[in-house]
C-alpha cells in the first residue's frame, strides 16, 4: 500500500454522489454543502487533505463484507467463503472537489468466535457500514446489535451509518421488495442510509462507496472550518471587509495560498 501513489482517475469525485432512497437517507442535498465547495475551491480545507478517515465494516458472518470490499478496492469476486480472522483493512484514495481524501476501509470478522479481536479496532471510526444478506432476514435483525456493539466505542453524534443489504443478485424483485420494506423501517430507526447492493455483479458498489467518501470529507471539512472560526470570515466576507478581525492563528490555516478573497461564502 503506498499512500503517495497518484489518485486513480475512477476515484475523482466533482460532485455530491445522490443516495439509493430518499426515504433511507439523513443527507437529501443534491449538491456539497456551499461552503465546502467554497472551502475547496478557495484552497481553504485545512488539515483535511491530509486526513484518513476510517471506516468499519460489520456485520454477521458470511453476509459479504469482505466481498464488498474486495470488489470496489481490487474489481475481485471470490465466490468460497474464507473466514475474515480478526480484521484486515484496505486503503482508499480519493480526491474530492480537488483534494485528496482517504479512507481506511476496515473488514471485520463476522464469526462470533472472533468478534472479540474485531471490535478492539472499532474505535475512531468516522463511518459505520453495516452489513446484512439480502435473501437472510436473521442478519437484517441482527444488524441493530452490531450497531451497538460499534457505538461503544465511538461518539454516536459524529459518525455517519450505512445500512448495506448484500447479495441482491440472489433476490427475485419480489423478494428484494420485501426485504427492502423491512430495510427501510430499520434503517430508519437507526438512523443510517439504506443502500442494496451485489459484490458479484457489482450492482450499485462504486456508488456506495463514492457517496461514503463524499459525506465523510463534507463532514470533516465542515468539522474543519467550525473548528477554526471560519464562521466568522463567512460573516466578514458579507461585510466587504475579508479577514478583518480574525486572530492570526485562524487567519493562516484558511488564507489561500494565493492569499485569494473568498468570494462565495455565505
Ligand atoms: N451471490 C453472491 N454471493 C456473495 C456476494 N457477496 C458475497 N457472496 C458470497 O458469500 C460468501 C461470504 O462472503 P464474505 O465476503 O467472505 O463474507 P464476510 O461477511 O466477509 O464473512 P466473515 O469474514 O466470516 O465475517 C462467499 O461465498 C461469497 O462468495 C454477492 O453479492 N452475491
Ligand atoms: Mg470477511
Redesign the pocket.
Known amino acids: 500500500m503506498n499512500l503517495l501513489a497518484p489518485v486513480r482517475r475512477d476515484r475523482i469525485l466533482a460532485e455530491l454522489p445522490q443516495c439509493l432512497r430518499k426515504e433511507a437517507s439523513l443527507h437529501t442535498h443534491k449538491d456539497f454543502h456551499p461552503r465546502v465547495t467554497c472551502a475547496c475551491q478557495e484552497h481553504r480545507t485545512g488539515t483535511v487533505g491530509f486526513k484518513i478517515s476510517k471506516v468499519i465494516v460489520v ?13 470496489f478496492c481490487k474489481d475481485t ?9 480478526g480484521v484486515d483493512f484496505e486503503m482508499e484514495r480519493f480526491e474530492v472537489l480537488g483534494v485528496p481524501f482517504s479512507l481506511q476501509l476496515w ?5 462470533e468466535r ?1 468478534k472479540c479481536i474485531a471490535s478492539t479496532y472499532y474505535r475512531g471510526a468516522q463511518a459505520i457500514i453495516i ?1 446484512f ?1 439480502l435473501n437472510d432476514v436473521t442478519s437484517l435483525e441482527h444488524t441493530k446489535q452490531w450497531l451497538a456493539d460499534a457505538l461503544k466505542e465511538n461518539d454516536p453524534s459524529s459518525v455517519l451509518l450505512f445500512l448495506v443489504g ?5 433476490s427475485t424483485p419480489a423478494q428484494y421488495a420485501l426485504m427492502e420494506k423491512d430495510a427501510l423501517k430499520v434503517a430508519k430507526e437507526i438512523k443510517a442510509e439504506f443502500w442494496a ?5 457489482g450492482e450499485n458498489v462504486r456508488e456506495f462507496f463514492f457517496r461514503v467518501a463524499a459525506l465523510n470529507f463534507e463532514a470533516n471539512v465542515l468539522a474543519e472550518l467550525e473548528k477554526s472560526g471560519a464562521r466568522r470570515i463567512g460573516d466578514v466576507v458579507q461585510t466587504f471587509h475579508p479577514f478583518a478581525g480574525i486572530n492570526s492563528d485562524d487567519s493562516n490555516l484558511y488564507l489561500t495560498a494565493s492569499k485569494k478573497k473568498p468570494t462565495c461564502c455565505h
Do not use: H, M, P
Open positions: 456485520g454477521d458472518l458470511s453476509v459479504g463484507k469482505t466481498c464488498l470490499i474486495n470488489r469476486f471470490d465466490k468460497n467463503y474464507k473466514a475474515t480472522i473488514d471485520t470478522a463476522g464469526q472472533f452489513v444478506n448484500s447479495k441482491k443478485d440472489l447492493v451485489s459484490s458479484l455483479t
